[in-house]
């Protein structure tokens, strides 16, 4: 079962809860195409809309990958914290937890409480913020601006928080190279 390392923090409604997110999370947004707008749509409605423009089938396959990394690491035996390595991934920590909650509300009328396991899984939550961010102005000069710390730049989402926990290759190595301009298969 998932998030069995977070025992004493999460209870086992919850942990199934989390478990059934996850399934559910898969099989509907797991075959994304580039014709596939609808499923990028579904994604997109999960993560902060200042960025819905830049949804990609790409960016959707990397942010699955992310979504199974924080699964697998959910489902080890000895807790690992913090969960999220990476923007992306903590974004897919907190979907799962809402989703978890939606279905503990909707299918045993229960109101879920994750707060403990959030406040020792998060290395932080600032992330959220990005939630209610504002667009850009037409016309302003992204390089001129004062950027976001700790990788909340669009293009830093799947850069790791630190060096020494890497996140999955194909999440951060493929994205570099096509920061980069060098991806030559995609």
Request: glycine content about 2%; some cysteine; overall charge negative.
């Given at each position: 079962?998932?998030?069995?390392?977070?025992?004493?923090?999460?209870?086992?409604?919850?942990?199934?809860?989390?478990?059934?997110a996850y399934s559910d999370f898969l099989d509907a947004?797991?075959?994304?195409?580039?014709?596939?707008?609808g499923k990028i749509e579904r994604v997109a409605d999960?993560?902060?809309?200042?960025?819905?423009?830049?949804?990609?089938?790409?960016?959707?396959?990397?942010?699955?990958?992310?979504?199974?990394?924080?699964?697998?690491?959910?489902?080890?035996?000895?807790?690992?914290?913090?969960?999220?390595?990476?923007?992306?991934?903590?974004?897919?920590?907190?979907?799962?937890?809402?989703?978890?909650?939606?279905?503990?509300?909707?299918?045993?009328?229960?109101?879920?409480?994750?707060?403990?396991?959030?406040?020792?899984?998060?290395?932080?939550?600032?992330?959220?913020?990005?939630?209610?961010?504002?667009?850009?102005?037409?016309?302003?000069?992204?390089?001129?601006?004062?950027?976001?710390?700790?990788?909340?730049e669009f293009n830093d989402w799947f850069k790791p928080?630190?060096?020494?926990?890497?996140?999955?290759?194909?999440?951060?190595?493929?994205?570099?190279?096509?920061?980069?301009?060098?991806?030559?298969?995609?």
């Amino acid at each position: 079962m998932i998030a069995e390392g977070w025992k004493e923090e999460i209870p086992e409604s919850h942990r199934i809860a989390l478990d059934i997110a996850y399934s559910d999370f898969l099989d509907a947004y797991f075959h994304i195409s580039p014709t596939d707008a609808g499923k990028i749509e579904r994604v997109a409605d999960w993560l902060p809309k200042k960025y819905v423009n830049r949804y990609s089938p790409l960016f959707c396959h990397r942010f699955i990958i992310c979504m199974s990394s924080v699964a697998e690491r959910l489902v080890q035996p000895e807790r690992i914290a913090p969960v999220p390595r990476c923007t992306a991934e903590a974004f897919a920590l907190h979907i799962l937890i809402e989703q978890a909650t939606a279905i503990l509300k909707d299918v045993q009328r229960t109101d879920a409480d994750y707060s403990r396991f959030v406040s020792l899984a998060f290395r932080d939550t600032e992330f959220l913020h990005l939630y209610q961010a504002a667009e850009d102005p037409p016309g302003v000069d992204l390089d001129k601006r004062i950027s976001l710390p700790n990788n909340l730049e669009f293009n830093d989402w799947f850069k790791p928080f630190d060096s020494l926990k890497p996140v999955n290759p194909f999440v951060y190595e493929d994205w570099t190279t096509e920061q980069a301009g060098i991806n030559f298969y995609r």
